[in-house]
């Protein structure tokens, strides 16, 4: 069985940084491809990076050049740093492996 923990959220000054954390067991991890998600209050869910087990990595473009994800096999662990943060980045941010979802960590960028 797949377990997907994030970790790292919480509250955040604009233009300040997190880094959450997005760890799993039960899998071949280092083979599999890894996503975060993100739902805003009031919003539908949006994909927001993916990184693969090869290291490629893609972004929305709401996140492009502020957000880097990035993984680390023999953790177990997808990072995803956050900087540039903006109130509009306020939401729940979720990790995916292999169809399996988080919980999810709460993210909110407030003065």
């Given at each position: 069985q797949v377990q997907v923990v994030e970790s790292g959220g919480g509250l955040a000054q604009p233009g300040g940084s997190l880094r959450l954390s997005c760890v799993a067991s039960g899998t071949a991890f280092s083979s599999k491809n890894v996503g975060w998600h993100r739902q805003a209050p009031g919003k539908q869910r949006e994909w927001v990076a993916q990184i693969t087990?090869?290291?490629i990595k893609n972004y929305a473009d709401s996140v492009k050049?502020?957000?880097t994800?990035?993984?680390d096999n023999d953790k177990q662990t997808v990072y995803l740093q956050m900087d540039s943060l903006k109130p509009e980045d306020t939401a729940v941010y979720y990790c995916v492996v292999v169809s399996n979802w988080g919980q999810g960590t709460q993210v909110t960028v407030s003065s």
């Open positions: 087990s090869g290291g050049g502020r957000f994800i990035s993984r």
